[in-house]
């Protein structure tokens, strides 16, 4: 299939200023911790600049590969990604770092197998479900195959653990078949079987079963348990209409864990303040009407499903971290797309930008 047209160049430039943002956020909020581990207050700065000009590079590319291509090869990529997530749980392979085996190694390079499965289901799921058509309507033939492989991939995540990664992928997978037109009343079963299992999840471990209790009633233990929320909720707080200005947090002075990367919404709020965060929340809606009118556009199932679980994979990290920051949910280590500091969750976000513009290339809208 021939590109006809010039990609959706809202998403472009809305994804272009998430990132600007994200780079301004991060030279102030991670300056001190910077300093102080690495006695450079640029440190984390200079190195997230480095995986912005890799993941625009790849953004760029996958912007010009027809996106049918990865129909021909879902299942090698479901594949992959499976392997790198059990790899990843190998001790020797995967790097434990701060109780959680998440990474793996190659030299000084560090990779998140978790992302890669993001992208990769996604891939997998609109190659499966284009391919079923009416079938996806039988709760046997077309929703039980696919939820089986999605629960081996938010098993082996939530072995790392990561929760929070865990339940995007479950929110994708809801989605997209719901997007693929299941019935109603398997997508309602689906949902009351895996509210207990996920209370079930959060109950079975104790860091995450406090974390729910501190959630309920953070001033219940304000030193420990309750100290992230109300550090976060005081800075947004601080903040006001306006923020103190930039540059201006006192919370990224050690009060706020991780001010960089989960937290990084909240140093937002308090320098840019209530008119900083209704921006980036805009941002975001920008972002996920442009690829839903991509989603209904395009002329081809798979393309339209591909659209649907890409912008999903994106909304609703923002949503799992905003709603950490803003104490409307419990504590879950996510990053906030585009904006905290990390570089594979980057890069491979900018990916599914890519391929995301590439089917906008061909829906014209």
């Known amino acids: 299939m021939e ?3 010039a990609p959706d ?5 809305v994804i272009v200023i998430l990132m600007t943002i994200g780079l301004i956020m991060i030279l102030s909020a991670s300056s001190i911790r910077s300093h102080l581990l690495y006695k450079d207050s640029y440190y984390l700065f200079k190195h997230q600049l480095v995986w912005v000009v890799i993941g625009i590079i790849a953004m760029i ?3 010009n590969i027809d996106y049918q291509i990865y129909r021909r090869y879902a299942k090698m990529i479901l594949l992959i990604t499976i392997i790198t997530l059990i790899l990843v749980l190998i001790p020797g392979i995967g790097r434990l770092v701060g109780g959680s085996r998440r990474w793996i190694w190659i030299g000084s390079f560090r990779f998140q197998p978790s992302e890669l499965a993001k992208l990769g289901l996604v891939i997998y799921l609109a190659h499966y479900f284009s391919n079923k058509g009416e079938q996806v309507k039988s709760f046997v033939n077309g929703v039980l195959p696919p939820l089986l492989i999605m629960g081996l991939t938010f098993g082996l995540i939530l072995m790392e653990p990561d929760l929070g990664t865990a339940v995007t992928i479950a929110g994708t997978f809801f989605i997209m078949l719901f997007a693929a037109g299941a019935r109603i009343s398997h997508l309602f079963t689906l949902g ?5 299992l996920l209370l079930y999840f959060i109950m079975s471990e104790d860091y995450r079963r406090e974390r729910l209790f501190s959630f309920l009633d953070p001033w219940s233990d304000p030193l420990d348990t309750g100290y992230h929320i109300i550090q ?3 800075a ?11 540059g201006n947090s006192r919370q990224k002075f050690l009060y706020l864990p991780e001010p960089g990367t989960d937290f990084i919404f909240a140093v937002l709020g308090e320098e840019l303040g209530l008119l900083g965060t209704v921006a980036v929340l ?3 809606f920008l972002f996920v009407w442009r690829a839903l009118k991509i989603a209904v556009s395009v002329p081809d199932l798979f393309g339209s499903l591909l659209a649907v679980g890409l912008s999903t994979m994106v909304i609703l990290q923002a949503i799992i971290n905003i709603g950490v920051v803003t104490a409307s949910m419990p504590i879950t280590g996510i990053t906030l ?3 905290s500091y990390g570089g594979s969750s980057l890069v491979i976000m900018l990916s599914g930008v890519g391929i995301l513009l590439n089917i906008s290339r061909q829906a014209g809208t």
Do not use: E, K
């Open 3 to 5: 590109d006809r047209q």
């Open 192 to 196: 009351l079987a895996g509210f207990p």
């Open 61 to 63: 590319i996958f912007m």
């Open 232 to 234: 976060s909720l005081l």
């Open 282 to 284: 805009g941002l975001f």
């Open 337 to 339: 797309p585009f904006i």
């Open 236 to 246: 947004l707080g601080s903040g006001g209409i306006f923020g103190v200005g930039l």
């Open 9 to 13: 160049y809202i998403i472009f430039f």
